[in-house]
């Protein structure tokens, strides 16, 4: 059973200081009525803990106090080895009701594991860091043991306390009690060993994990920011992976380090900090650039940070990153009313790194012309094909046939294997739907038709990984309206480049050869394979390509295609099951068809 991790809202220093000022406001009678009101809407199993917190606190440095937490430190350090011998963990196998393999076992470990940092929190708020420090240490060091977990959930979705909390609370724990020579060291590299344990912890968090000040600021601020530029020196030569472009760090740990330089930096020297390291780090550290115009729009400076953005744009050397700066001139730009600059940051985002929402951003630009935005599409169709990155072949697939290069699906599709359609790097979920509407010039695919359904495909086809892909499967009447307008609007930019430049009968027909070709070797490899759990999508295109036939010319041609094919497998009944089914699902090949109108692309 799922129990969830409680969210952390405010560290204990804000907290405290908000309650503080809001005390301060009342007098004592509105106090004491506060504090009634709120007992009196608590639920009767809070009641007890509520009026015990106003009892007689017991002095610190009471008799046993030692003694408690040397027998914490014990039972924690049994409860670890538990833990890592494995002693809550029975059995591994499939779960029905998460649909996945987990571990099964004794789930009481979260419920200690909740209580022993309830007992860290106690001692931290007691005062008590070095027992503090060394319990939590502990605790959170267990979630990196393998195997050591049972539960439905992750480890951390096991237990009610929220990780994010109980880290700053013990590194401001060890902050405190390690000398002051050692902190920016012990700090950092404690920082790197739970990186994967909650979410990342910065300085402000050790701040806001308790009220009072951190003692020693000022002999820490200095050399921690040193560190952090060592680090990230000694990390430059090998930041990224060489494996898809150098897009994903080698370094785990540089994300990290940077926000917490950016942090110091921005504490020391503020904004005339942030724009020396952007200067400065700027081609290997962009998120120096972000910060900084991020800050000056939080300043209300949109000027300067269109200004700085321009000037980030030429100087950020990770594609990534040049192209997340050129989205926000862009942001910019249209909020300050110029278009023209809007344009030139869209066309520079595409060309740095080109996605589906970037093209469609791109395209819905104000153009002062139709001839204006077909030339906008063409030198991004150019841009896309001078990108040679893996897996974006359907994306400069699409981006041709947007700017009007119909030819190009031709070229696309002149080898490719029979099987793989889903694959990133195959054309065919997009070549093959565009073909059978390009083949059908003016008229596109009938509503309701199998042809219709591979088009309205294309765009999760194009962007696989894109936010609404999972609500296009399997009825997209039942998605977000934003989410069909995407759609819609990429589906648009097809329809539209076949309005600009129709092809004429000679490249219809070779079109729809083409398209007959496809479907036929790619519906021959999946029943001669024995593809049985693809039989269902061969039966599709061989019906969708038989309803390009039949538009084309006679809904007999278009039935006597999809009968020649199936005719191919007397012995697969299976196949032949699915292609029957398709026909009847279609409302030309079908023997009650009717006529249907299109609504695919405009009159």
Same mark, same amino acid.
């Given at each position: 059973m799922r129990r969830g991790s409680a969210k952390n809202e405010a560290g204990l220093g804000p907290f405290l200081r908000g309650l503080e000022e809001r005390l301060d406001q009342l007098d004592h009678g509105a106090?004491?009525?506060?504090?009634?009101?709120?007992?009196?809407?608590?639920?009767?199993?809070?009641?007890?803990a509520f009026l015990a917190a106003f009892d007689r606190p017991v002095p610190k440095g009471a008799a046993g106090e030692s003694d408690r937490s040397i027998s914490l430190i014990v039972d924690v350090r049994a409860f670890v080895a538990k833990l890592e011998a494995g002693d809550y963990v029975?059995?591994?196998?499939?779960?029905?009701?998460?649909?996945?393999?987990?571990?099964?076992?004794?789930?009481?470990?979260?419920?200690?594991?909740?209580s022993y940092f309830a007992a860290a929190d106690d001692a931290f708020l007691e005062g008590d860091l070095v027992t503090a420090a060394e319990v939590y240490g502990l605790l959170l060091d267990a979630f990196m043991l393998d195997e050591a977990f049972c539960g439905a959930s992750a480890p951390d979705e096991m237990i009610q306390t929220p990780l994010g909390e109980a880290k700053a609370r013990y590194l401001r724990a060890l902050y405190e009690v390690t000398p002051t020579a050692d902190r920016p060291r012990e700090l950092w590299d404690r920082m790197r060993s739970l990186r994967l344990v909650g979410p990342a912890v910065c300085l402000q968090d050790l701040f806001d994990a308790s009220p009072g000040e951190l003692p020693g600021l000022d002999q820490f601020i200095g050399p921690w920011r040193v560190l952090l530029a060592e680090d990230d020196d000694r990390a430059g030569g090998q930041e990224a992976d060489e494996h898809d472009g150098g897009r994903f760090p080698f370094d785990v740990d540089r994300e990290h380090r940077r926000l917490l330089l950016r942090e110091v930096v921005r504490r020391v020297s503020g904004m005339d900090g942030l724009a020396e390291?952007?200067?400065s780090e700027g081609h290997r550290h962009p998120e120096a650039w972000q910060e900084w115009v991020a800050a000056l729009e939080e300043k209300g400076d949109a000027a300067q940070a269109v200004k700085v !953005? *321009? $000037? #980030?744009?030429?100087?950020?050397?990770?594609?990534?990153? @040049?192209?997340?700066?050129?989205?926000?001139l862009a942001r910019l730009a249209l909020d300050g009313g110029q278009a023209s600059l809007a344009i030139? !940051? *869209? $066309? #520079?985002?595409?060309?740095?790194?080109?996605?589906?929402? @970037?093209?469609?951003?791109?395209?819905?630009?104000?153009?002062?012309?139709?001839?204006?935005?077909?030339?906008?599409?063409?030198?991004a169709a150019a841009a896309a094909r001078a990108n040679k990155t893996a897996g974006r072949e359907r994306l400069r697939l699409f981006a041709q046939l947007v700017a009007g290069d119909l030819e190009a699906v031709l070229q696309y599709t002149e080898r490719v294997e029979d099987l793989g359609w889903s694959g990133a790097g195959h054309p065919g979920s997009i070549a093959f739907p565009f073909?059978?509407?390009?083949?059908?010039?003016?008229?596109?695919?009938p509503a309701g038709s199998l042809a219709e359904g591979l088009w309205f495909r294309i765009p999760t086809a194009v962007d696989p990984d894109g936010w609404y892909r999972q609500y296009l499967a399997p009825d997209a009447?039942?998605?977000?309206?934003?989410?069909?307008?995407?759609?819609?609007?990429?589906?648009?930019l097809l329809s539209r480049a076949l309005g600009r430049t129709p092809p004429d009968a000679n490249l219809r027909a070779r079109l729809l050869e083409r398209a007959k070709k496809l479907a036929t070797e790619r519906a021959t490899a999946i029943v001669q394979g024995r593809h049985n759990g693809a039989y269902e999508?061969?039966?599709e295109i061989v019906v969708a390509c038989g309803e390009a036939i039949a538009q084309a010319g006679a809904a007999a041609a278009g039935r006597s295609f999809v009968q020649s094919i199936r005719d191919t497998f007397p012995r697969h009944y299976g196949f032949r099951r699915e292609v029957e089914k398709a026909i009847g699902r279609s409302p030309i090949l079908a023997q009650d068809a009717t006529t249907t109108r299109s609504r695919i692309l405009p009159r």
């Open positions: 106090l004491v009525a506060a504090v009634i009101e709120h007992g009196r809407r608590l639920p009767a199993v809070e009641r007890s029975e059995d591994f196998g499939w779960d029905p009701e998460i649909r996945d393999k987990r571990s099964f076992g004794d789930e009481s470990w979260a419920d200690e594991m909740d390291l952007a200067r !953005a *321009r $000037e #980030a744009i030429g100087c950020i050397t990770d594609p990534a990153a @040049r192209a997340g700066m050129a989205d926000v030139e !940051a *869209r $066309e #520079a985002a595409w060309t740095a790194d080109p996605t589906l929402d @970037r093209l469609l951003a791109l395209a819905a630009c104000e153009s002062s012309s139709g001839a204006e935005l077909s030339g906008r599409l063409e030198r073909l059978l509407v390009a083949s059908a010039g003016t008229a596109g695919c009447r039942v998605a977000p309206e934003a989410v069909l307008a995407r759609r819609d609007a990429a589906l648009g999508r061969a039966a």
